[in-house]
């Protein structure tokens, strides 16, 4: 395997913006709702866009460990969704139960949001182990994964939560700053 990939400019940008991802969503507990889906509304394009850019590697099997409990996951997805409330739900139309089903499919930006959560604190946390191998089999598991699933589930949560910015009470007057 191509352990150049582990210390890629893309890798490591990517990196950087993952752990942000996971930072800012293990910290929300004490953030209003608008500011949470303001950040949210920023941050998803940038991880989508760094995952775009990731090398395409073949995973080889290696064994890496899961570092996000299913208590890590469940405390994620019920701080996201207390913070959605009623706008937590959305139907969608990219899944392929659609094409079989003459109702709508309901998701949860919050179960989609803490599942994308999972791949990446588990990426990240892989990648900082600093053992070539791992971090270049971590870069293949994660753009694998973004090709397979979550970079699809990215971008159909983003336009439920670019829905609840623009067309909610959420909706704040003002543009949130730093």
């Keep these: 395997m191509d352990s150049s990939a582990a210390f890629d ?30 950040v949210l509304c920023k941050l998803l394009p940038l991880v989508y ?48 139960d659609m094409k079989y089903s003459d109702t709508p499919v309901r998701k949860c930006i919050s179960e989609d949001l803490a599942d994308i959560y999972q791949a990446l604190r588990n990426f990240v946390q892989s990648y900082r182990s600093g053992l070539d191998e791992v971090m270049t ?11 397979t699933y979550w970079g699809q589930t990215l971008a159909n949560t983003l336009r439920a939560v670019h829905n609840v910015r623009y067309s909610s009470e959420l909706n704040p007057e003002e543009p949130f700053y730093d």
């Design 9 to 38: 400019k893309n890798t490591v940008e990517f990196v950087t913006v993952a752990a942000e991802y996971c930072a800012f969503l293990e910290q929300i507990y004490d953030k209003k709702p608008e500011r949470v889906v303001d």
């Design 137 to 147: 089999e971590a870069v293949a598991v994660c753009a694998e994964g973004f090709r």
């Design 49 to 96: 866009l760094k995952a775009s850019m990731l090398r395409s590697l073949e995973p080889e099997g290696l064994y890496l460990e899961e570092f996000v409990t299913e208590a890590d996951y469940e405390e994620i997805r019920m701080q996201l969704a207390q913070k959605l409330g009623e706008n937590d739900d959305y139907l969608e139309v990219f899944v392929e």
